[in-house]
């Protein structure tokens, strides 16, 4: 059994869009979810799971990937609803606090696993961070969690080599410009095709530039992808990168609307879907996850299942037995989800030997 710490900023219910008077599926419920269905599962038993106090971050911390404009700017939008840093972002009066908590949370579930005290981690936080660069803001994203803590690990625990993994739907394109230039940083990102879906960047041919050419990798999952298409890819592209690179930390930007039930989006991924995933990268590297978006109503299942993957469970049943071979069978999916495969592999062929 792996012990797996828990971070959660228990301050995110201020940040919330009814305060300024319209409603957003970035909102406070989705974190009340996932605490009530934990709490139900018993997983936070202390054993298994542990949930860790968290100190807010500092502007500092936010500083080593934001610039001051942008953080000054944020803090302003504060004392007036009618202000917002970017689009599809809202900020609430007390929302410059409830960002300090979650970066805290994200710094603390690094600090756990760096130090040896976890294994693996969860930050639990609101709002999502991947789609935030450093002076830019949009898709509910103000400051960028992974990337905020990759410079942490990197200034204050010496790391020389950290791999971010976004799993969630939409692309990362905030964290691939914080670290486009950064060959000390490898960008994975594996999200709904980008002709398809917000923010509508992030496209196989997006690889970095130099000097770090090859460091920032996009696979565009074709819609109605699911279990079967992510296996391939992970174990012939994640696996391979990230044997070569050998990252010190993999930070995983977790996102939950790659599920089959998410209305927003069009992949298919089920339980066992994020479980191999998780089980596979858990098993081979010191993970340290952090929520993004996913705004259905079983994030708490899969928040869950994401746990005892870590945790080292085997024990996980799946909810549906049909969307593997939907998808297995539905040939337009497979041969574009091949095409996009050559075409990435092509692409990265003179950096990585895939
Ligand atoms: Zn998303």
């Known amino acids: 059994m792996v012990h797996v710490g828990v971070t959660l900023n228990e301050n995110h219910y201020l940040h919330d869009s009814l305060l300024n008077g319209f409603p957003c599926p970035e909102n406070p419920s989705r974190l009340k979810k996932i605490q009530e269905y934990l709490k139900y599962t018993g997983l936070l038993d202390g ?65 756990l696993v760096v130090t040896g005290k976890c294994k693996h981690s969860f930050a639990l936080i609101r709002p999502p961070g991947h789609h935030a660069g450093p002076d830019t803001s949009s898709g509910f994203c ?64 997006d690889i970095g530039v ?64 994020y479980y191999q995933l998780i089980v596979k990268l858990a098993g081979k590297w010191n993970i340290v996850s952090l929520l993004e978006g996913g705004y259905h109503d079983d994030l708490g299942l899969l928040t869950s299942v994401v746990l005892r993957a870590l945790a080292g469970e085997s024990n996980i049943k799946d909810d549906v037995d049909l969307i593997d071979l939907l998808a297995s069978r539905h040939a337009k999916t497979r041969k574009d989800f091949n095409n996009n495969l050559s075409l990435l592999k092509m692409r990265l062929e003179p950096y990585w030997d895939l």
Do not use: W
């Open 47 to 111: 054993v298994r799971c542990h949930i860790y106090n968290s100190e807010p971050a500092t502007v500092r911390d936010v500083l080593r990937v934001h610039t001051n404009e942008y953080v000054e700017f944020v803090k302003s939008c504060t004392k007036d609803p009618r202000l917002s840093p970017g689009k599809d972002v809202y900020i609430c009066p007390s929302s410059f606090d409830v960002l300090l908590g979650a970066t805290g949370c994200v710094l603390n579930a690094g600090d």
């Open 142 to 205: 103000i400051f960028n969690n992974s990337g905020v803590l990759a410079r942490y690990l990197q200034e204050v625990h010496g790391l020389e080599r950290i791999a971010i993994i976004n799993i969630d739907a939409h692309a990362s394109d905030g964290t691939h410009a914080v670290f486009e230039a950064d060959p000390s940083v490898l960008c994975i990102s594996i999200h709904q095709d980008q002709s398809t879906l917000y923010p509508y960047k992030g496209f196989i041919r």
């Open 210 to 273: 130099r000097p770090a050419l090859g460091y920032c990798i996009n696979m565009e999952m074709p819609p109605e992808s699911s279990n079967p298409e992510y296996n391939v890819f992970y174990d012939e592209v994640v696996d391979k990168v990230l044997e070569k690179f050998h990252p010190q930390m993999v930070i995983l930007e977790c996102g939950f609307d790659a599920y089959h039930k998410e209305a927003l989006t069009k992949l298919n991924l089920t339980i066992t879907g």
